[in-house]
């Protein structure tokens, strides 16, 4: 608080209150708030560390396992419900559902793997998993697409940091799992259940719609963020490797927690230093009456417009507007100019969308079907059990490293040289076959570099594709096409995880045991070991993440033009005032 303090030593303490109101009522902190719910938020991403008790508690096989993984994706990734209450009624309401439904889906998923409850059917299972992943959904858009309608000239470094805190959430979550139940595997279902929801209840009307503008300083203050998000990712890091080679008491586990929560609170400093310097320009500005600008909001589309008084010309020109505002089931297939606010079936149907989707589904089912495969990647190649950790940890570390990345540094390609962001998007799914092509030919500790370039590649997708949405399709419905484009996720994971992934690697297992003279019994684990029970299926998520780059290439032909013209024209001309 060095640099607030020393601007602040003459306040009052009505100063201060009034700054604490400020801050809690100021759309930094909405930010911050959004940081610390998400840092918990990516239960989903754990899967690999516990897919080996779900699967020996309940004896399930591989392609069993596998389809429970698919109804976690499912969820996880199904966001449209989240997205269509997003548009009719505030955040809070948007992550008091998923609260609720993130407790109840892994608390029963703890209750039925450590027996408390009689072994539920596989579709009980698939549907607990779907409502405790589904969870994550509503917190994104509840979070998420407040933030970016707050800051809609940095959707790029707003999508990326925010994304980064949800794929730090794996390791964060680690953590705390140590420090609260040390070496009990199971009871990480149950911090999953208890602690997501618990932290959004306690925030939970903080988040919000912020009727504010354009900052110049707006960039500078995410910078400030992501060097101190750049911190918590070292730290951890840094914990990971100490700890695979030093045995920690549960005691030394919660000093690591408690740095990991005071790097998680540390974003607090910047958002009291901003705020104040946001009342002291308040005050200059209330000694000059006549620079008072008036701030008002569209309640259609939560876009801002500022004007000065007398206001009478504005108002008429925008009742003009929302006159000729298209219905949502107008001119289906003939949409607005790219970059104006499509309507959800004009952008459901139109061909940038569908190029968008498909790419989307083969560049994300291939990457999401090794993080929830990792686990058992790592048994079968013959690598020792306590690194399984290790590997999910690297993918969390380095998937926020590619979604801080992608978001920054193509926001400032983006803005600098008008670089499509398109074009970055084909560039990591070509990359990702790397990751896939090292787990295929079982290369020495190759699994090491390919958890770093599937986590980073897998994390670099997401703040691409969702900017790309926002700057094609505008952001009226933002909250709703971001969560349609996410459903091709589940489809690219259930084609290639369930159906390819896990048949070949029972396909496998079977054989294996035919060979060995080893009869398997019904309701035990089915495991197989070797390189070839992932060879081939890698080789075909490579062929199709390959495929999916190529198809991603079109769009970057149909938009170049786009991008190469002012993509934030629109909200430039919304902000005449630096701050209000």
Same mark, same amino acid.
């Given at each position: 608080?060095?640099?607030?303090?020393?601007?602040?030593?003459?306040?009052?303490?009505?100063?201060?209150?009034?700054?604490?109101?400020?801050?809690?009522?100021?759309?930094?902190?909405?930010?911050?708030?959004?940081?610390?719910?998400?840092?918990?938020?990516?239960?989903?991403?754990?899967?690999?560390?516990?897919?080996?008790?779900?699967?020996?508690?309940?004896?399930?096989?591989?392609?069993?396992?596998?389809?429970?993984?698919?109804?976690?994706?499912?969820?996880?990734?199904?966001?449209?419900?989240?997205?269509?209450?997003?548009?009719?009624?505030?955040?809070?309401?948007?992550?008091?559902?998923?609260?609720?439904?993130?407790?109840?889906?892994?608390?029963?998923?703890?209750?039925?793997?450590?027996?408390?409850?009689?072994?539920?059917? #596989?579709? @009980?299972?698939?549907?607990?998993?779907?409502?405790?992943?589904?969870?994550?959904?509503?917190?994104?858009?509840?979070?998420?697409?407040? $933030?970016?309608?707050?800051?809609?000239?940095?959707?790029?470094?707003?999508?990326?940091?925010?994304?980064?805190?949800?794929?730090?959430?794996?390791?964060?979550?680690?953590?705390?799992?140590?420090?609260?139940?040390?070496?009990?595997? +199971?009871?990480?279902?149950?911090?999953?259940?208890?602690?997501?929801?618990?932290?959004?209840?306690?925030?939970?009307?903080?988040?919000?719609?912020?009727?504010?503008? @354009?900052?110049?300083?707006?960039? =500078?203050? !995410?910078?400030?963020?992501?060097?101190?998000?750049?911190?918590?990712?070292?730290?951890?890091?840094?914990?990971?490797? &100490?700890?695979? +080679?030093?045995?920690?008491?549960?005691?030394?586990?919660?000093?690591?927690?408690?740095?990991?929560?005071?790097?998680?609170?540390?974003?607090?400093? &910047?958002?009291?230093?901003?705020?104040?310097?946001?009342?002291?320009?308040?005050?200059?500005?209330?000694?000059?009456?006549?620079?008072? +600008?008036?701030?008002?909001?569209?309640?259609?589309?939560?876009?801002?417009?500022?004007?000065?008084?007398?206001?009478?010309?504005?108002?008429?020109?925008?009742?003009?507007?929302?006159?000729?505002?298209?219905?949502?089931?107008?001119?289906?297939?003939?949409?607005?100019?790219?970059?104006?606010?499509?309507?959800?079936?004009?952008?459901?149907?139109?061909?940038?969308?569908?190029?968008?989707?498909?790419?989307?589904?083969?560049? $994300?089912?291939?990457?999401?079907?090794?993080?929830? =495969?990792?686990?058992?990647?790592?048994?079968?190649?013959?690598?020792?059990?306590?690194?399984?950790?290790?590997? &999910?940890?690297?993918?969390?570390?380095?998937?926020?490293?590619?979604?801080?990345?992608?978001?920054? &540094?193509?926001? @400032? !390609?983006?803005?600098?040289?008008?670089?499509?962001?398109?074009?970055?998007?084909?560039?990591?799914?070509?990359?990702?076959?790397?990751?896939?092509?090292?787990?295929?030919?079982?290369?020495?500790?190759?699994?090491?570099?390919?958890?770093?370039?599937?986590?980073?590649?897998?994390?670099?997708?997401?703040?691409?594709?969702?900017?790309?949405?926002?700057?094609?399709?505008?952001?009226?419905?933002?909250?709703?096409?971001?969560?349609?484009?996410?459903?091709?996720?589940? #489809?690219?994971?259930?084609?290639?995880?369930?159906? #390819?992934?896990?048949?070949?690697?029972?396909?496998?297992?079977?054989?294996?045991?035919?060979?060995?003279?080893?009869?398997? *019994?019904?309701?035990?684990?089915?495991?197989?070991?070797?390189?070839? $029970?992932? *060879?081939?299926?890698? !080789?075909?998520?490579?062929?199709?993440?390959?495929?999916?780059?190529?198809?991603?290439?079109?769009?970057?032909?149909?938009?170049?033009? !786009?991008?190469?013209?002012?993509?934030?024209?629109?909200?430039?001309?919304?902000?005449?005032?630096?701050?209000?």
């Amino acid at each position: 608080m060095a640099g607030c303090a020393r601007g602040v030593p003459h306040m009052s303490m009505s100063d201060m209150k009034g700054l604490t109101i400020q801050v809690i009522t100021g759309r930094w902190f909405v930010v911050f708030v959004s940081f610390i719910i998400l840092s918990v938020a990516g239960a989903t991403y754990m899967f690999g560390l516990l897919s080996n008790d779900i699967k020996a508690s309940l004896g399930y096989d591989q392609t069993t396992l596998n389809l429970i993984s698919f109804f976690k994706d499912l969820g996880a990734n199904v966001g449209v419900l989240s997205g269509l209450v997003n548009e009719i009624t505030p955040p809070w309401v948007v992550l008091a559902i998923g609260s609720v439904l993130n407790f109840f889906g892994y608390f029963m998923i703890w209750l039925a793997v450590t027996g408390r409850i009689a072994k539920p059917q #596989v579709w @009980h299972m698939c549907l607990y998993i779907y409502l405790g992943a589904n969870s994550q959904t509503f917190a994104n858009t509840g979070a998420f697409v407040t $933030c970016v309608k707050n800051f809609p000239q940095s959707r790029g470094v707003v999508i990326g940091i925010l994304k980064g805190y949800v794929g730090l959430s794996g390791a964060i979550i680690t953590q705390l799992y140590f420090a609260f139940y040390y070496n009990d595997s +199971k009871a990480l279902i149950l911090l999953i259940a208890w602690l997501p929801a618990a932290i959004s209840f306690v925030f939970i009307r903080t988040v919000r719609y912020v009727k504010v503008v @354009h900052q110049p300083n707006e960039l =500078n203050v !995410f910078y400030k963020f992501l060097y101190i998000s750049l911190g918590l990712a070292g730290f951890l890091m840094i914990m990971i490797i &100490v700890q695979k +080679k030093v045995h920690f008491t549960q005691i030394e586990y919660g000093v690591s927690a408690a740095v990991v929560l005071l790097l998680l609170f540390l974003p607090l400093v &910047v958002v009291f230093y901003e705020q104040f310097k946001i009342q002291k320009s308040q005050q200059l500005v209330l000694l000059d009456p006549l620079a008072v +600008k008036i701030v008002s909001e569209d309640k259609n589309d939560n876009s801002y417009s500022i004007s000065s008084a007398p206001t009478s010309n504005n108002d008429d020109a925008r009742v003009s507007i929302e006159v000729q505002e298209t219905r949502w089931w107008q001119n289906i297939f003939s949409p607005p100019e790219r970059g104006e606010d499509y309507t959800i079936l004009q952008a459901l149907f139109s061909i940038d969308m569908i190029i968008l989707f498909i790419s989307s589904t083969c560049g $994300c089912g291939g990457t999401l079907t090794a993080m929830d =495969n990792l686990g058992q990647i790592g048994t079968s190649l013959g690598y020792p059990k306590e690194n399984i950790s290790t590997f &999910v940890s690297l993918v969390s570390i380095w998937g926020y490293l590619g979604r801080v990345f992608s978001g920054f &540094v193509s926001e @400032h !390609f983006l803005t600098k040289y008008k670089f499509p962001r398109p074009i970055m998007l084909t560039m990591t799914l070509i990359i990702s076959c790397v990751g896939h092509l090292l787990i295929a030919f079982n290369v020495p500790d190759g699994l090491y570099a390919a958890s770093v370039i599937i986590g980073f590649c897998f994390g670099s997708q997401w703040p691409l594709v969702f900017a790309i949405i926002s700057e094609l399709f505008g952001l009226k419905y933002y909250a709703t096409l971001y969560n349609l484009v996410g459903v091709a996720s589940p #489809v690219g994971l259930y084609v290639l995880n369930v159906m #390819v992934t896990g048949h070949l690697y029972d396909k496998e297992a079977k054989r294996q045991s035919v060979s060995n003279g080893v009869e398997r *019994k019904i309701g035990q684990e089915l495991n197989c070991v070797g390189a070839n $029970c992932f *060879k081939l299926s890698f !080789f075909i998520i490579t062929a199709t993440t390959l495929f999916g780059a190529i198809i991603s290439l079109i769009l970057v032909a149909r938009t170049f033009k !786009f991008y190469k013209s002012d993509v934030y024209k629109r909200y430039k001309k919304q902000d005449e005032s630096p701050t209000t």
